[in-house]
Every structure is written in structure tokens, then in C-alpha cells.
């Protein structure tokens, strides 16, 4: 009778999460069957083969591998029942024609654990957004990937139009459920049939929103020496306009390392574009200001270098940052107000 294990193959670059693998032993003859699931060697108990639960993510993680052991222990059990020859090649083409009924939302709840485990965390937040907006209007039904049709997508399209959204918003999850959809029909447990040709994923251009440098130049000039929070705020306002743009995130994550030689070197974090913007006076001003700031950060929004608990400090920050904009718009008596995005637009 055929066995299953359960393994745990290292990844090749330190720090990374290995891949979880199904070896099938049968007739002296191995195969192993690669998953999309993702671990530590820190969640993994080799002895057991079993996933170490240390929060909601490695809990879920145990259930599924569970699930997927169950399938394959009763693959087995049914080809033995056949009483025919069978070998350990059709246990795996049994188990991924099986794959093929994974419904849309544990196919993206997989890919969201993945996001999460290469540290893109922003990316997972927009599919988990897209998930949970989708799952509503399912209303839990369970859609395998083969029922994502285009009568589906129109219906769920409908549905975003009543709530209200407008086309930028309706767009955003359309692509993100597109790109879901894609990498199914790349993993081949669905064919290809274009259900997303009805819908709007194109992004329209919207008014952007600048002021004059004669308004940088008062806010530049505010006394704001009675609270220094509204004077972070506006030191990144400035700090982001000098810098061609810069963006809060960018801003955020910027280190001290990545001052060299008179210049800023740094990654944008939406794109992995390299960047250099020389250091001028102005910059060069607001940097000495918070040089005492003990962390590896130039500015003091992140606290830790953990990535998860640095992101959620990022998120509660921009937050802040845009309240302290509005007060500060009321400050300068400004109509059309300021956000993180005005700076850049300007």
C-alpha cells in the first residue's frame, strides 16, 4: 500500500519560507507532489509532520495540509479498492484532477498567505480587501474556479455598481480578481475563457491635486515650535515636494544608510524602481533636524524592523499624517485642503 509524507523543503536563500511538498511512496517508486503552501522552518516539527500553530495564519496553514493529507489517504484507499495495479504517478494525477474543485476564495486565501510570506504585505491587504468584497456578494456560496464565468463576473460587476463605487474602484478589484483568475489558468486547474472582456479594468485619469510653491513656502514658514507632531507632519510635506515627489511609504521605510555621499539611494517600494535625488539645503535642513532619532530610520514613524508590525505602523501613520494635513490646510486657510498625495502631484 502506497504512503504519504509530508515534508518541508528549505528554501535556497536564507530567511525565506520553504515549501511544503507530498513525497508518495509506492512500488519502491517516489514522486512528489510541490504545494503552493509556504512555511518557516520555525513552523515546521519535522518529527510530526506538522505545522508548529503560532497564529491564525499557521492554524489555517495546519487545516489545509490536513485536508490535503485526508484527500490523498482516501485517493489511496480507493485505488486499492479498485484491485488494480496502480502506481504512485496516478495517485498525484488523482489528487491535482481533485485540485481542480478548489473554490475562488481558498485559492486566493492561498495566495494571500503567500503574499504575506514574501513580505508583501500591501499587495496581500488589496487581495484580502478584494476576497472579503467578493465573498459578500457570493454570500458564502462556495464557486469552484471552473464556475468563474463571465455571467459571474458581469453579476459581481453589477454589485459593485450598486454599492456605489465608482470605475477606479470597481476596476481595482476586477484586476486583482483577473490576476487571481490568471494564475489558476497558469497552474492549469482552469481553462482559459476571458470571463473579465466585459468589465472595466482600465485605470481613468483623475484631477490631481497641486499647489503653488507660494503655499509649500508658507507652510515651509509656519511656527510650529508649540507641537511637534504637527511639525513632523509638515517637515515630510516639505520633505516629499524637495525630493521630486517622494512617497510617504518611501518616506516611512527611509533608512539611514541610504544617505551616501550627498545624495538619497532608495528602492520605491510600489515598483522596486532605483532612485537617487541629491541631498540640497532644504533637505539637507529637515534630515540634521530628527538626526537624533535612535532608530535606523531617518524619520520616527516605524518603531521595529519586523516587516508585519512595521507595516501596520506605516498604515496608522499615513493615517495620522493625513488628519494632520487637514489641520494644517485650516492653518494656511486652504480650500482644496492637503493630503500625502499633494505633495507628490506638486
Given at each position: 500500500m502506497a504512503t504519504i509524507k509530508i515534508?518541508?523543503?528549505p528554501s535556497k536563500v536564507e530567511g525565506r519560507a520553504g515549501t511544503v511538498v507530498y513525497r508518495i511512496t509506492h512500488l519502491r517508486k517516489i514522486r512528489r507532489i510541490k504545494t503552493s503552501i509556504r512555511?518557516?522552518?520555525?513552523?515546521?516539527?519535522?518529527?510530526?509532520e506538522c505545522v508548529v500553530c503560532q497564529n491564525a495564519r499557521t492554524s489555517a496553514t495546519r487545516a489545509k495540509i490536513d485536508r490535503e493529507f485526508r484527500k490523498l489517504k482516501h485517493i489511496v484507499r480507493q485505488l486499492e479498492d479498485s484491485r488494480k495495479t496502480y502506481s504512485a504517478d496516478d495517485i498525484a494525477d488523482r489528487y491535482r484532477s481533485s485540485a481542480r474543485d478548489i473554490s475562488v476564495v481558498d485559492f486566493m486565501q492561498e495566495r494571500?498567505?503567500?503574499?504575506?510570506?514574501?513580505?508583501?504585505?500591501?499587495?496581500?491587504?488589496?487581495?484580502?480587501?478584494?476576497?472579503?468584497s467578493f465573498?459578500?456578494?457570493?454570500?458564502?456560496?462556495?464557486?469552484?474556479?471552473a464556475a468563474l464565468t463571465e455571467r459571474v463576473i458581469d453579476g459581481y460587476n453589477g454589485f459593485?455598481?450598486?454599492?456605489?463605487?465608482?470605475?477606479n474602484s470597481i476596476s481595482f478589484y476586477m484586476r486583482i480578481l483577473r490576476a487571481v483568475y490568471n494564475r489558476a489558468v497558469k497552474q492549469r486547474l482552469v481553462e482559459q475563457c476571458y470571463p473579465f472582456q466585459n468589465v472595466y479594468t482600465g485605470i481613468d485619469r483623475t484631477r490631481k491635486k497641486a499647489v503653488d510653491e507660494k503655499i509649500v513656502l508658507q507652510l515651509f514658514r509656519l511656527d510650529l515650535r508649540h507641537s511637534p507632531a504637527l511639525a513632523l507632519t509638515r517637515d515630510l510635506f516639505v520633505f516629499s515636494y524637495c525630493t521630486r515627489g517622494m512617497a510617504f511609504v518611501d518616506m516611512a521605510y527611509l533608512r539611514k544608510t541610504d544617505l551616501r555621499n550627498g545624495n538619497i539611494y532608495y528602492a520605491r517600494r510600489k515598483t522596486q524602481r532605483q532612485l537617487c535625488v541629491r541631498i540640497e539645503p532644504n533637505i539637507r535642513r529637515i534630515i540634521d533636524k530628527y538626526?537624533?532619532?535612535p532608530?535606523?530610520?531617518v524619520f520616527p514613524i516605524l518603531k521595529t524592523e519586523d516587516a508585519a508590525k512595521a507595516y501596520s505602523q506605516y498604515q496608522t501613520a499615513l493615517n495620522y499624517h493625513n488628519r494632520q494635513l487637514k489641520r494644517l490646510a485650516g492653518m494656511l486657510h486652504l480650500e482644496s485642503g492637503?493630503?500625502?498625495?499633494?505633495a507628490r502631484h506638486s
Open positions: 515534508e518541508l523543503r512555511l518557516h522552518p520555525e513552523e515546521w516539527n519535522e518529527e510530526t494571500i498567505m503567500q503574499l504575506r510570506d514574501a513580505r508583501r504585505l500591501g499587495t496581500a491587504r488589496n487581495y484580502e480587501r478584494t476576497m472579503n465573498a459578500k456578494y457570493l454570500e458564502e456560496t462556495e464557486l469552484p474556479l459593485l455598481i450598486r454599492q456605489g463605487l465608482v470605475r538626526a537624533g532619532n532608530s535606523p530610520y492637503l493630503s500625502s498625495y499633494t
